[in-house]
């Protein structure tokens, strides 16, 4: 997370119309939260939560951001909106079983070494029939798209297809599960897939 502690105090100058984009087209997946409990993991700045308060005013707002730096920033962003900031990598958060009614997590997947172990996590907090919405951007179809992208983030380990999106999410025993592609800006693609933790079970595999 070194880079990002670097990069905090630049990135929402450098990427927040981006990551704008894709935190709208997060928030209008999600069903009415009500005064439940929405997680995001690796909040970053905190603009998903920033924008998740003024479309869910009674909801209790969580974000999980390993980066001193980003969450530095995040907090500065939050003050006094009445949310909550947790020192915790996507693959351990420091939340209770079953207690999460909603998570999200943006553009963080490209860098985990192994989604499975973030995926049962997540399964963890989550209340049965709690939702997820993982979103990340994906190849655009151009040739060397991601050796391009490579060449600029020496941290990303890998980039999916939406397929690979969904395919992750079912993999881990969500049920209900959709996936689309959406147009970030004439560059990026995203995508975006959702799915519920079901009742019975316990879906993740080990």
């Known amino acids: 997370m070194g880079a990002y502690d670097r990069l905090a105090a630049s990135y929402d100058r450098l990427w927040g119309r981006y990551a ?39 909801a209790r707002l969580v974000g999980a951001e390993p980066s001193t ?14 949310v909550t900031l947790l020192a915790s990598p996507a693959e351990a958060l420091a939340l209770p079983d079953a207690s999460v009614d909603a998570l999200t997590c943006l553009n963080v997947l490209h860098y985990l ?16 029939g709690g939702i997820l919405t993982l979103q990340d951007y994906v190849p655009n179809g151009l040739p060397g798209f991601t050796r391009l992208v490579s060449l600029n983030d020496r941290e990303l380990v890998r ?39 079901d009742e019975q079970g316990y879906g993740a595999p080990g």
């Open 20 to 58: 704008r984009r894709t935190a709208h087209e997060v928030l209008d997946a999600l069903p009415p939260l009500g005064s439940g409990t929405l997680l995001d993991v690796g909040c970053g700045t905190g603009i998903l939560l920033a924008l998740a308060r003024v479309r869910f005013p009674e």
């Open 69 to 82: 730096g980003m969450r530095g920033v995040a907090a500065r962003t939050l003050a006094g909106q009445g």
């Open 113 to 128: 070494e192994d989604p499975a172990v973030a995926l049962r996590e997540w399964w963890r907090v989550l209340r049965p």
């Open 159 to 197: 980039v999916y297809t939406v397929p690979e999106l969904a395919g992750l999410l079912e993999a881990s025993g969500f049920g209900g599960v959709t996936a689309r592609p959406f147009r970030i800006d004439l560059f990026w693609r995203g995508g975006l897939a959702s799915g519920r933790r």
